[in-house]
Structure formats: structure tokens, C-alpha cells
């Protein structure tokens, strides 16, 4: 089993930043690629962006050039620096961990205000 838990939302002016942590506890050893997704009200949950063990990211093109997703292996928490926000980057972000398993924090709520 796999626990993740996010931090860091809230609410920002546009043009602003956040950096997003997902702790995780547990098996944490069999897990293979850290995953940032989002869901605004009314849409589909997306995949911002990814990290594998290796270090290698993936990145949505809304968010390229704008976020960057990070590991600190030691503390086993992955981050997600997000500048320039934009209104449209509005969503609850959830961390999800796939290893054998699919594993999803609880999520935390991003508000961009205009």
C-alpha cells in the first residue's frame, strides 16, 4: 500500500505561483512514475505532468514551460512548481503513484483568479 498525501494549494492571482507536495508513505519502493493530474468543474481529469524513477517528465502542452515537476527521493515527496498561473489552470490537482498498483491522494484545490 501506497499513501499519498498533497499540499500547497489555494488560491492566486493570475500570474502568480504555487508549488504543489505529494508525500508518500508506505511501499513507496515498487512505485514507478509520480503523476500530477487535474480536474476543473465540468471537465475531464487531465495529466498535468510526470516523473519516472529514472527522472524522465512528461508535461501537458498547456502547462510546458510553465510547471515543473520534481522528486526529492530522501524525503520520498514529488513537487509540482507552478508559475505564471492562468485562470484556466483552476482545478483540484491530485498525485497518483503506479507501481503494481494505481494509488491517488486526496487532492487540493488550485483557484487562479483573474
Known amino acids: 500500500q501506497v499513501q499519498l498525501v498533497e499540499s500547497g494549494g489555494g488560491l492566486v492571482q493570475a500570474g502568480g505561483s504555487l508549488r504543489l507536495s505529494c508525500a508518500a508513505s508506505?511501499?513507496?519502493?515498487?512505485?514507478?512514475?509520480f503523476g500530477w493530474y487535474r480536474q476543473a468543474p465540468g471537465k475531464q481529469r487531465e495529466l498535468v505532468a510526470s516523473?519516472?524513477?529514472?527522472?524522465?517528465?512528461y508535461y501537458a502542452d498547456s502547462v510546458k514551460g510553465r510547471f515543473t515537476i520534481s522528486r526529492d527521493s530522501a524525503k520520498n515527496t514529488v513537487y509540482l512548481q507552478m508559475n505564471s498561473l492562468r485562470p484556466e489552470d483552476t482545478a483540484v490537482y491530485s498525485c497518483?503513484?503506479?507501481?503494481?498498483?494505481?494509488?491517488w491522494g486526496q487532492g487540493t484545490q488550485v483557484t487562479v483568479s483573474s
Open positions: 516523473i519516472t524513477n529514472r527522472g524522465s517528465t
Open positions: 497518483n503513484a503506479v507501481g503494481v498498483r494505481l494509488f
Open positions: 508506505g511501499s513507496t519502493s515498487r512505485i514507478d512514475r
